[in-house]
């Protein structure tokens, strides 16, 4: 038996049966993220140290004979714009480069309280701005099903890690895409959960009004397991929502399945067109209703998500100023700072990497007296336009499968010197975060040897419906 | 074309230093993005209320207004983030 190849229940198990330790457990996938993430660059930072302390306390854990939970003594590994007391967290930006995280987010917290191991925090692109991963200011991540392509963005870190067994499974946030886009691109699932069902407090802000912490996971049974554990009401953040765990089971048979005809039009791969539309089959020989549905004003999504992330993430990100923490040149003589403004200026222009200057400038313009009407404010009412599409198809379906995106990975380099084409990426998963309704990516075929995912997405708090359906579903792709 | 000045101006505004390099990058990759969000113009008007149309609770609820005690360490590591500081204060450059 492999102890990588184990699942968090197969783990769990097999602690209860005494059949191995988490001190093995933990160390076996030290060992091998030692050998292999030279090679794939998952890790920003391995936190041995901590990961063989909480090892050695879950162990201690469960040798007493009681219950313990689920996620007790299994490793995990964390992005890095999730904070973990001690370590490190950098966001994938230079101006975090040093920034040791002075107290736990909520869902490390609860991870934590579970007896959970961390192995370390994930490559992501800098402030979780991007698709690719690359826009990270310290290293570039590896698809572990090719190296030459990218694990998508900007949870690449996160999906590589539970892709190239380095990590059981893994938390990443979405803002447009960022769980799902890596989760389909390297063959695992990831959820992003309803606005509000996990707690935002101690993840580093990209885009508040669309943030949210998820897992990634080897299968779907995994990530059920880690989203019921972060879940919840949390009084750090006035967002967050007291979700009910429905234990309904629904059946495939009895389900409404809507395909958005927005999201199979021109752009798409024929191949993952192909893939997604083979698993829309499998459920309706299933027995569900397959409801053709359409999202009419989806082509505005893309205009309407980086109009509101580049400004609300140049509010967020005027708290990188010199002065409180992150990179600061008022020390440096070089920089020849003379006053405050200088110390602002020169701290950030030094700081901050291409793409969060790109957003911060967009941010700042949309935000600026004689254009807030015309693109800020315009945007926010696209933005109930296209709530508004989600409220009324689910009043007639279910769910919603589309594909995660139009492409399978591609190539590294291949899209750095157009940022457009970097944002055109989103155009399937972003829709859904302007809504704030939850989805799911399922790894459903693949095109030579990379993954394609199918995209399930369901009605606000329905997460549990989405991971019934994906779990019946799995295993009949 | 967004022109060099504009550029230079709305970076001032956002406190970011940037470049020649740089500026003349944001001008290419500014104007193209702005002229991507031309397609909103098409959008329909007529717009639901904003937080009317939603499905989901769109209320923030808060805490009470109360002093949560943390712990000195919390203080202590918050402080000491700070790139410049003397006598546990964090230090600034003259402001008046």
Known sequence: MDLLDLTITQLHEGFKKKQFTSVQVTKAYLDHIHKKDKEINAYLSVTEKLALDQAEKADKKMSEGKEFPVLCGVPCAIKDNILVEGERATAGSNILKDYVAPYDATVIKKLKSQGAVILGKTNLDEFAMGVSTENSAFKITKNPHDITRVPGGSSGGSAAAVAAQEAVYSLGSDTGGSIRLPASFCGVVGLNPTYGAVSRYGAIALASSLDQIGPMAKNVEDCKVVFEAICGKDPMDATSVATEIQNAKFKIQNLRIGVPKEYFSEGIDPEVEKIIKNAIKKAKDAGAKIIPVSLPNTKYAIACYYIIVPSEASANLARYDGIKYGHSEIKNHKSQITNLLDVYLKSRGVGFGPEPKRRILVGTYALSSGYYDAYYKKALQVRELIKKDFIEVFKKVDVLFTPVSPIPAFKIGQKTSDPLSMYLMDIYTGPVKLAGVPALSLPAGKIGKLPVGLQIIGNYFEENKILDIASQLEKML | ?96
Do not use: C, W
């Open chain 2, 1 to 96: 074309m967004i022109s060099k000045e504009q550029v230079e101006h709305i970076a001032k505004l956002a406190r970011l230093e940037l470049t020649k390099a740089e500026v003349q990058k944001m001008q290419t990759d500014l104007s193209s993005i702005l002229d991507y969000f031309e397609v909103l113009k098409k959008a329909p008007q007529k717009v639901a209320d904003r937080g009317r149309a939603a499905g989901r609770p769109t209320s923030t609820s808060l805490r009470k207004d109360e002093v949560i005690k943390g712990p000195a360490s919390l203080a202590n590591n918050l402080v000491a983030l700070a790139p410049d500081t003397k006598d546990n204060y964090i230090k600034v450059k003259q402001v008046l």
